[in-house]
């Protein structure tokens, strides 16, 4: 029992001890005790004051760079200050945990934040991108230092072309070789956690599924019910900063 008032099951622990291999799939809602806002949620959700169609679509930046490129710029000096959470922590703690069992640990993230990064995670596939690279659309080079040029929206140093933040947009691909490692990694894990997503966008939202069908026990972690939670066998209803280092003191003191 946390001093907030959850509890972990028993057999959860003693199911994380002996597991071999965990996936953790992370949503914005880890990042929301660091200040960052989620997407959907009502009120405080970025898209209850922004239309998705006019800020993350291909077509969005198309017909107005300059007002998607306003609305990146403000999200990255926002989380630009911010800091990573114990939320954050208790992932990296896990992922140490797991190196000292000679277990494996694969981190997949829905957030373009860099949080898990700064946090000191190592083993981190991003499927949606990172916010603070840019790259051009002409596709001929890829700038991992941020825009930094005069103009505004930036342009690309080589071809003049415009730059675009560095994050999958609605209707367009994710990664090749990130969704391919984190389809693997979902597959073959023998526990997985989703944290902090309203497990709404696809692809990310049918790697649980994928666990599931190869006999992992699934584990989530949100204040509020998802379309995963009636799959997994674990549904721990509370903050992930809060409910993640209660686990690993649990894992810890019963060990
Ligand atoms: C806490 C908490 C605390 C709060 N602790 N928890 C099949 C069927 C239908 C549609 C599709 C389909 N396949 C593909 C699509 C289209 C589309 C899609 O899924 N649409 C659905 C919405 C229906 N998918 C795509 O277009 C993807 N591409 C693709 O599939 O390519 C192939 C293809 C294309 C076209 C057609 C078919 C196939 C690309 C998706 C890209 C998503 N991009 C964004 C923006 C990234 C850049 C940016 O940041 O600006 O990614 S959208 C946004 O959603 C962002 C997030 O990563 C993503 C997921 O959101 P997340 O993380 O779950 O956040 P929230 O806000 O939804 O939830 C937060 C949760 O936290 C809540 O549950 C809270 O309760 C919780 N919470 N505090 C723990 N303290
Ligand atoms: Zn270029």
Same mark, same amino acid.
């Given at each position: 029992?946390? #001093?907030? %008032? =959850?509890?972990?099951? +028993?057999?959860?622990? &003693?199911? $994380? !001890?002996?597991?071999?291999?965990?996936?953790?799939?992370?949503?914005?809602?880890?990042?929301?005790?660091?200040?960052?806002?989620?997407?959907?949620?009502?009120?405080?959700?970025?898209?209850?004051?922004?239309?998705?169609?006019?800020?993350?679509?291909?077509?969005?930046?198309?017909?107005?760079?300059?007002?998607?490129?306003?609305?990146?710029?403000?999200?990255?000096?926002?989380?630009?200050?911010?800091?990573?959470?114990?939320?954050?922590?208790?992932?990296?703690?896990?992922?140490?945990?797991?190196?000292?069992? #000679?277990? %494996? =640990?694969?981190?997949? +993230?829905?957030?373009? &934040?860099? $949080? !898990?990064?700064?946090?000191?995670?190592?083993?981190?596939?991003?499927?949606?991108?990172?916010?603070?690279?840019?790259?051009?659309?002409?596709?001929?080079?890829?700038?991992?230092?941020?825009?930094?040029?005069?103009?505004?929206?930036?342009?690309?140093?080589?071809?003049?072309?415009?730059?675009?933040?560095?994050?999958?947009?609605?209707?367009?691909?994710?990664?090749?070789?990130?969704?391919?490692?984190?389809?693997?990694?979902?597959?073959?894990?023998?526990?997985?956690?989703?944290?902090?997503?309203?497990?709404?966008?696809?692809?990310?939202?049918?790697?649980?599924?994928?666990?599931?069908?190869?006999?992992?026990?699934?584990?989530?972690?949100?204040?509020?019910?998802?379309?995963?939670?009636?799959?997994?066998?674990?549904?721990?209803?509370?903050?992930?900063?809060?409910?993640?280092?209660?686990?690993?003191?649990?894992?810890?003191?019963?060990?």
């Amino acid at each position: 029992m946390t #001093a907030d %008032g =959850f509890h972990i099951p +028993t057999n959860l622990i &003693d199911h $994380l !001890h002996s597991s071999e291999k965990i996936v953790v799939l992370t949503g914005a809602g880890i990042s929301a005790e660091s200040g960052v806002p989620t997407f959907r949620e009502a009120k405080t959700g970025l898209w209850s004051q922004y239309d998705p169609q006019e800020l993350a679509t291909p077509e969005a930046f198309n017909s107005n760079p300059e007002l998607v490129w306003k609305w990146y710029t403000w999200r990255q000096r926002l989380i630009a200050t911010a800091y990573p959470n114990a939320g954050h922590k208790a992932l990296v703690s896990l992922e140490e945990y797991q190196a000292n069992q #000679a277990a %494996g =640990f694969v981190l997949i +993230t829905q957030n373009v &934040d860099g $949080l !898990h990064q700064r946090a000191g995670s190592r083993n981190i596939i991003e499927l949606h991108g990172n916010i603070f690279r840019t790259r051009c659309i002409n596709q001929c080079r890829r700038d991992e230092q941020g825009p930094g040029q005069n103009t505004f929206p930036p342009r690309c140093p080589n071809c003049n072309g415009l730059l675009r933040p560095d994050v999958v947009w609605f209707g367009e691909n994710l990664p090749r070789e990130a969704l391919l490692q984190a389809s693997l990694a979902s597959q073959t894990c023998d526990t997985f956690f989703s944290i902090g997503t309203s497990s709404t966008v696809e692809p990310a939202k049918s790697l649980p599924y994928g666990a599931k069908q190869s006999g992992a026990v699934i584990i989530e972690i949100n204040p509020n019910p998802t379309s995963l939670s009636h799959s997994a066998d674990f549904s721990l209803n509370g903050p992930a900063g809060i409910i993640l280092p209660e686990i690993i003191s649990s894992i810890r003191r019963e060990s």
